[in-house]
């Protein structure tokens, strides 16, 4: 699981840790294991908020761990042409590499430690597979897909593309330089990461190595989801969690992880990504890939996605199998 590496850890700006006293850490109020399924043309994920409900996700809607897996040659898979509309995706591939499309003209290649976020706003289509070298070649496959939703009035926002390397990154060491954080979106002990989002949010992925600690101050106003992607260890000082299990904390305004002393040989640090975002409190009606506020919304949608009104397969397809430059 390589993301993005620090050479030297102790080297890189501290988190501040927050006060107990004037930031109490958040008690964890549920812990789930993410139930195995397939997704597109039959690629295995791990659906990581499955029994959460959605008053506690707000403003998240749904996340995919993709993966992990090793393919063989000729196994490789992704999704055909699907439209999307009310809410934002976000993909981050931890190891592998994947290709995007869509029909507002945005696209590119991601691999170890790139996001794609795409605004779906009033509608759009799109594509994700491995490149044709992969599916030939097979080999190792391991990502995340979230669905960040957005509020009522900027559903109909116009179709937005970032493609976010993993060298962009705020790369940041906990008080005791035993976790590596990795910030892809929003703001942490004063520092930015850059993804741009309609919905106020924080993407964290923390390394934890054997018998580390991590606080980290958190907005009040926010919630805080802790997935672990491999290895254990506690969640909000008292709460067993390991590999593919999500934590819900309550309120407060610090979170804390701590790694256990011994890791699996598979996993030798624990792999955490850590979620928050200001809830929207709207209503939600969502209906396979469209995320609205009503039902007559969802059925607008669909009825618009028939008329084309969501974008159309471009006739010429972008050779996306070489990565764009950096």
Do not use: C
């Not at 043309?41 to 959605?54: I, K, L, S, T, Y």
């Not at 850590?274 to 995320?291: D, S």
């Amino acid at each position: 699981m390589p993301a993005i590496t620090a050479a030297n850890p102790l080297a890189l700006p501290r988190i501040p840790a927050p006060a107990t006293a004037d930031a109490p850490d958040r008690a964890v109020i549920s812990i789930t294991t993410a139930p195995s399924g397939l997704e597109g043309e039959g690629f295995p994920v791990r659906r990581a908020f499955a029994g959460v409900g959605q008053s506690l996700l707000d403003p998240f809607v749904h996340m995919d761990q993709m993966g992990e897996v090793e393919y063989q040659p000729g196994e490789p898979k992704g999704t055909p042409w699907h439209p999307h509309r009310g809410f934002e995706t976000v993909t981050y591939m931890i190891d592998g590499t994947f290709q995007h499309q869509d029909s507002n003209g945005g696209g590119g290649v991601i691999t170890n430690g790139d996001t794609q976020w795409m605004t779906a706003g009033a509608g759009i289509l799109h594509i994700e597979k491995p490149p044709e070298a992969l599916v030939a070649s097979g080999g190792l496959f391991h990502g995340i897909q979230l669905w960040v939703n957005l509020p009522a009035s900027q559903k109909w926002s116009p179709p937005r593309y970032q493609d976010i390397r993993g060298g962009q990154v705020a790369l940041l060491s906990s008080t005791d330089g035993g976790v590596l954080v990795r910030v892809i979106a929003g703001e942490v002990g004063g520092h930015q990461g850059p993804g741009v989002t309609h919905t106020p949010i924080v993407m964290l992925h923390a390394s934890l190595t054997p018998g580390s600690l991590l606080r980290l101050p958190w907005r009040s106003d926010f919630n805080a989801l802790a997935y672990v992607l491999a290895g254990s260890g506690v969640a909000g000082g008292s709460a067993p969690l390991t590999t593919g299990q999500l934590a819900v904390f309550g309120a407060g305004g610090a979170i804390s992880l701590a790694a256990d002393s011994q890791q699996e040989s598979r996993s030798p640090v624990m792999e955490v990504l850590i979620l928050g975002g200001l809830p929207i409190r709207e209503p939600v009606a969502w209906y396979g890939p469209f995320v609205m506020n009503t039902e007559e919304e969802l059925r607008q949608a669909f009825t618009d996605y028939r008329a084309g009104r969501l974008g159309t397969v471009p006739a010429a397809h972008l050779d996306l199998g070489t990565r764009p430059a950096d």
